[in-house]
């Protein structure tokens, strides 16, 4: 098969001087019990590339305590694993870290929430209960993830009314103890106006974790990007045009949430869909449900981001960026994948900057590509912190492209053009030195090259299958470079 391949992006080194966005990261603590490839325990977190990591989850009890899920994994009682315990010990390699416990999350439900927040005795136990949960297994604060106040199983008529209550509650208790209150929220306007009292909550949480994905889903009947940035020419009714992040951000800062409180959301996993002809996959083809499981996560309709790029690069998948909505996509057969990539959210840290949001959330850590099979180790979160400007330098996509004539290549899949992203200076293998200013291809390695500032080195790497192209600073396929 032949694939063309018609512009190529420039990487340029940029200082910064601007203070750290919020990186937040959620930590699915169940991604332990994966096997192979795709277990992630906590000794694999990179604590320095996040400045919040959260802890995911435990739930409520009915007499308002916190519930332990997972005690054998969680704790270290009786022979436990103890992996909160080497959670919140991240912060001994990072001590500007600050690790939180998240309370809720999907499977917990709404029911026992509406009940415990509807109860001011109920209420206030629970913020006492979760504070002391806090100060004895050393976080630094609660993640409150109840999906959905007035929706599900909870109580329409009072939910959105007790959320606020006991968010005070909370606010009260935990501010005591000097720890910190957040939430996650669901992000679109049909479902955020039935769930919250946008300014009220505001007041009590130190910053807000919009859920701006699962906007689309294999739950419809066609194909949808789960996080698309932009409307698309298939979002015709006024409910269409709001599923999707930049429309999202918009409506939270307009319904009265303070800019500096909210991070954007970021998924690092892509709805499935299987589609009713393979003919057929564009965004808007007809579905028939969701897609096939991984291999890693074995969930029908979700594909980590670890999951995809490995698929990629191995098997027949088509790679497709859609312009309107400004994310990628791909298929092979009738398997069809929404996802981000480095490029897409590097676009989302843009609309982050441009509306001076706190920063982003990731979900979750445990989906990037953690063992780095294709790339550098982390190659989303590295290029969300590139995006966000948390670091010495960034890796960024400039304004000036260059566009060279179409390039056939001979592949069996084809991985997106991405930017090559920064690694550590400590990291390079080759003992290349710097004299003068510029960029520099490793003589060892032409998959590696250097941006030199006066004697400073700064280290990058280029995609899969490219080099470094030192005649137009630009990484491209390894069969168009002279090395």
Known sequence: MTVLIGLWLIALVVPLTQAEKNVVCYYGSWSSYRHGNGQFVVDRIDPLLCTHLIYSFVGVNANGTVRVLDPWLDLEDN???????????????????????????????????????????????????????????????????????????????????????????????????????TAAVAAAETSASISYNIPEISKYLDFINLMTYDLHGPWEATTGHHAALHAGPNDVTVAQQQLNVESCVMFW?????????????????????????????????????????GLYSQELGFLGYNEICEKLLTDRWYFKWDEDQQVPYAFSGNQWVGFDNAESLTLKCDLVNL????????????????????????????????????????????????????????AGTMTTTETSTAVSSTAASSEFNCSVTGFFRDPMDSAKFYYCDDLTRHDFHCPFGTYFDITILACDWASNVQC
């Open 79 to 181: 022979w436990g694993l103890a992996t909160m315990k080497k959670f919140t010990s991240l912060k001994k390699i990072n001590t500007n870290l600050k690790t939180l416990v998240a309370v809720g999350g999907w499977n917990v439900g709404s029911e026992t929430f509406s009940d415990v927040a509807q109860n001011a005795v109920l209420r206030a136990r629970f913020a006492q209960d979760a504070a002391e949960f806090c100060v004895r297994h050393e976080f630094d604060g609660l993640d409150v993830d109840w999906e959905y106040p007035a929706q599900r199983d909870g109580d329409p008529m009072v939910d959105r009314d007790n959320f606020v209550h006991l968010l005070s509650d909370l606010r009260q208790e935990l501010s005591k103890r000097g720890l910190l209150l």
């Open 253 to 293: 800062l307009a319904a009265g949430a303070p800019a500096e409180k909210l991070n954007l959301g970021v998924a690092f996993y892509g709805r499935t869909f299987t589609l009713r002809s393979a003919s057929e996959n564009h965004i808007g083809a007809l579905s028939s449900g969701p897609g096939q499981g």
């Open 355 to 410: 509306h001076g949001l706190a920063g982003a959330m990731v979900w979750s850590i445990e989906t990037d590509d953690f063992n780095g099979r294709c790339g550098d180790k982390f190659g989303l979160l590295g290029a969300l912190r590139a995006g966000l400007k948390n670091g010495d330098t960034i890796t960024s996509v400039s304004a000036t492209t260059l566009t060279k004539e179409p390039t056939t290549v001979s």
